[in-house]
């Protein structure tokens, strides 16, 4: 069974850090493009970055001004973000995500719809 498995997520005052893990299951990350997506309750799932399945591409939303990066381990078959200089807009649930196509050609690689696998999420509170 394909699983993906977030972890991490917990309070953190502004300005900190956070690394949050994915863990997959079932299947190999390195034959699948992978992403981290956020949500709060009000808005839509929203795109944060990714890397293709040869680890050879990785996307940004714009908006994040370099504060998080994604990466991954193969030998664990593990995915990270690690976010630097939180604000209390990164308030919210984040989610790692799989998807059967190895690549990240064209747009799509920022919406949704496009990912196959998701994990349950991990609640990240950036509070003082």
């Known amino acids: 069974q394909l699983q993906l498995v977030e972890s991490g997520g917990g309070l953190v005052q502004p300005g900190g850090s956070l690394r949050l893990s994915c863990a997959a299951s079932?299947?190999?990350?390195?034959?699948?493009?992978t992403a981290w997506f956020r949500q709060v309750p009000w808005k839509e799932r929203e795109f944060l970055a990714a890397m293709s399945g040869s680890g050879g591409t990785t996307k940004y939303a714009d908006f994040l001004k370099g504060r998080f990066t994604i990466s991954r381990d193969n030998a664990k078959n593990m995915v990270y973000l690690q976010m630097n200089n939180l604000g209390h807009e990164d308030t919210a649930v984040y989610y790692c995500?799989?998807?059967?196509?190895?690549?990240?050609?064209?747009?799509?690689?920022?919406?949704?719809?496009?990912?196959?696998?998701w994990g349950q999420g991990t609640e990240v509170t950036v509070s003082s």
């Open positions: 995500a799989a998807r059967d196509s190895t690549t990240l050609y064209g747009l799509g690689y920022a919406e949704p719809n496009n990912y196959d696998y």
């Open positions: 079932g299947f190999t990350l390195d034959h699948h493009a």
